[in-house]
């Protein structure tokens, strides 16, 4: 139990539509992480937030956006779903520290556009 | 351009003995090193991890070694059981990365530790 849980578990959007993807740190991270995870790869990495700023991005599109609130909790926000969007989308939380960097994992949103 | 590499997507084992599951990496930037266990319908869920200034770090069962040179790192399970198994990820951080937590995964390889 790592104490970050997603919402909602599964999902089923049609192409071209929108969806926003909810998650909860565990109590006492500052830090945010959203991962897409394809069937059969690893974790890519989407963007992190950090006291409420993206704080780092990876090679995913503008459509891809997020938030992270006061209370650490985040969103994960997708707009103009296509086909290839269907993946698990995790979020990790994490106490921002030098020299330690463990990220803890929710149980991950499984998203099928269809 | 896959910077870090599991090249056995599977590995099977007996109960009792080593578990070796091992990891490539490319990016000589990389300082901090993490393996994550992931079961079906979970999310990952985090084993050990090493800094680049060590080449080993212990955890009861778990042992992560780091050759640098060679630019790779293994994890050893000793015993092995069956709960073990499951999908491995090996995740490296880039210490020059835009931020902190940026997470870079390998693909995995699935462990079937059998009875």
């Known amino acids: 139990e790592t104490g970050v849980t997603q919402s909602p578990t599964h999902l089923i959007k049609t192409r071209g539509q929108q969806v926003t993807l909810r998650c909860s740190s565990q109590?006492?991270?500052?830090?945010v992480s959203w991962y897409q995870q394809a069937l059969g790869q690893g974790p890519q990495f989407i963007f992190q937030?950090?006291?409420?700023?993206?704080?780092g991005r990876g090679n995913f599109p503008p459509r891809f956006s997020g938030l992270q609130f006061p209370n650490y909790s985040s969103e994960l926000n997708v707009n103009a779903l296509e086909l290839d969007d269907s993946a698990l989308y995790l979020c990790?939380?994490?106490?921002?520290?030098?020299?330690?960097?463990?990220?803890?994992f929710g149980q991950g949103t499984r998203l099928t556009v269809v | 351009d896959q910077q870090v590499k599991q090249n056995s997507p599977s590995l099977s084992v007996q109960e009792g003995r080593i578990s070796i599951l091992n990891c490539d990496y490319t990016?000589?930037?990389?300082?901090?090193f993490l393996w994550y266990k992931k079961y079906p319908a979970e999310g990952p869920t985090f084993l050990i991890s090493?800094?680049?200034?060590?080449d080993k770090n212990e955890d009861g069962r778990f042992t992560v070694f780091l050759n640098k040179s060679a630019k790779h790192l293994s994890l050893h399970i000793v015993p092995s059981q069956p709960g073990d198994s499951a999908v491995y990820f090996c995740?490296?951080?880039?210490?020059?990365?835009?931020?902190?937590?940026?997470?870079?995964f390998g693909k995995g390889t699935k462990l079937s530790v059998k009875p």
């Open positions: 937030y950090y006291r409420e700023e993206e704080n």
């Open positions: 109590s006492g991270h500052n830090t």
């Open positions: 090493i800094s680049s200034i060590k």
């Open positions: 990016n000589s930037m990389f300082d901090y």
């Open positions: 995740a490296a951080r880039d210490s020059h990365g835009g931020s902190q937590g940026n997470l870079i």
């Open positions: 990790a939380s994490s106490w921002r520290r030098q020299g330690r960097t463990e990220a803890f």
